[in-house]
């Protein structure tokens, strides 16, 4: 009697086929949306309530107190601020009883990583860039599951797109902006980076600035070295209270006094990736104005034999100095 009951008001009753209880296929996916959308935005109230870099510390004190995925675009033996940065943090971590996992691009995946206390991800970097995005975005997607942060230096819009469904608390690490960095490699601008910031641009570099405003805005807390970097971020649109300034440092006990190849009376030296949005060319002539000075440049990148070719345009000497143990020995004046 109730089935009859149900089944002649069926009709008149979004999603059920005449005379029966069963769900149309149509209900039965929306219900599933909901569903999952309900199981998400809880996961994202949860989140919120907790505080980003405060430790999470489990019951057994055998199991580490936060496991960390830190996302990074180069790691060793790429040359770069994140390749020295990332290996030194993630081996800190380890020492004070955290686990970390490393996700990085490469241009080759058979380097031997077991010497690390933690475990590197390498992804193809030369692989078609839309697939290599999907694949960065899976293996985030994958490896942030179990974590409990994510620590971004790099390969920003990938991890924002794969802690979209994470959910997890995301810190990011910026110590630039990669739009402007981007549209100088390509070519597209040849303005500083603080005129970048002011000017209007052409309908890609403004969807870069774009792009990179909206991965900013999607964190919990930034980490910038300095002031200046600071009110840049600002500026993009993310609260003062998300900044955080932390200062880059050294360790003291492994300086080394080094000499510096000039004999001119005053010696200039520089350190960084030589690559074009550096424009180590302003700083070429530059020091060309100034009267018994010298350069030093210790890096390497793909700048290097464009600089190299500028040495013979300027009347004082510039020095350049590959890093790495081998390549110390290895000056040319």
Known sequence: MRRRCLGSAAPNVPG???????????????????????RRSSRCRSQ?????????????????????????????????????????????????????????????LDH??????????????SLFKPLRVLITVMRIFREGRHAQVLYVNGLYLEAVV?????????????VGDWAWERATNKGWVKDTFEEFQKRGYGLKVEFLKSLRSFCVRRTDAV???????????????????????????????????????LSTRFKIVTVGRLVPWKQLDHLIEAVNECEDAGLVIVGDGPERGRLEALRGSVNWPIGFILPGKEAKRRRLL
């Open 16 to 38: 059920y086929a005449a005379g029966s209880l069963r769900w149309s296929d149509a209900q039965r996916r929306q219900t599933g949306r909901v569903r999952r959308y309900q």
């Open 48 to 108: 919120e309530q907790r505080p980003v870099l405060e430790p999470v510390v489990k019951d057994d004190d055998n199991r580490p107190q936060l496991d960390v995925l830190i996302v990074t675009g180069i790691f060793p033996p790429d040359i770069g601020g994140p390749a020295t940065y990332v290996p030194e943090i993630s081996s800190e971590l380890v020492k004070r009883g955290h686990k970390v996992t490393v996700v990085t691009l490469s241009d080759r």
């Open 112 to 125: 031997n990583d077991r010497s690390y206390s933690f475990r590197v991800h390498r992804i193809q970097r």
């Open 162 to 174: 794969a802690n979209f469904f994470l959910c997890k608390p995301l810190v990011q690490k910026i």
């Open 223 to 261: 980490i910038v070295p300095s002031q200046y970097l600071a009110s840049a971020v600002t500026h993009w649109g993310v609260p003062d209270t998300k900044t955080i300034v932390v200062y880059n440092a050294v360790e003291l006990p492994s300086l080394a006094c080094s000499t510096i190849p």
